[in-house]
């Protein structure tokens, strides 16, 4: 049984780092597409950032130069280092693990939601102004 568990939010000012951290079980990261996503309510899930088996980084414009996401492959662990936090990063965070997408060019993976299999059941980011 495949289980991404999250933990490390909380509530912070803004100006404030977090970092969450995603233990999964029942499988293994090391070569799949391993990503956060964010809701805020009311507002469409957002593909925060991805990694990939080779530890290439897709990030969204508004978290781009403030998070780094990063895993772990020997603890079966993914990460997400947030510094510098806004009010407008306020949401549920979950971590989704999925396959590869091959092309001729290799496997990459993408913010796209409908390509990751699991999801956890999400930590909640609050940030005040």
């Known amino acids: 049984q495949v289980q991404l568990v999250e933990s490390g939010g909380g509530s912070v000012q803004a100006g404030g780092s977090l970092r969450l951290s995603c233990a999964a079980s029942?499988?293994?990261?090391?070569?799949?597409?391993m990503g956060w996503f964010r809701q805020a309510p009311g507002k469409q899930r957002e593909g925060v950032a991805v990694?990939?088996?080779?530890?290439?980084?897709v990030y969204a414009d508004s978290v781009k130069g403030r998070f780094t996401i990063s895993r772990d492959n020997a603890k079966n662990t993914l990460y997400l280092q947030m510094n510098s936090l806004k009010p407008e990063d306020t949401a549920m965070y979950y971590c989704?693990?999925?396959?590869?997408?091959?092309?001729?060019?290799?496997?990459?993976?993408?913010?796209?939601?409908?390509?990751?299999?699991?999801w956890g059941q999400g930590t909640q980011v609050t940030v005040s102004s």
């Open positions: 989704a693990a999925g396959p590869l997408i091959w092309a001729d060019s290799g496997g990459y993976c993408l913010r796209d939601d409908s390509f990751y299999t699991y």
């Open positions: 029942g499988y293994t990261i090391r070569n799949s597409c």
């Open positions: 990694i990939d088996r080779d530890g290439k980084t």
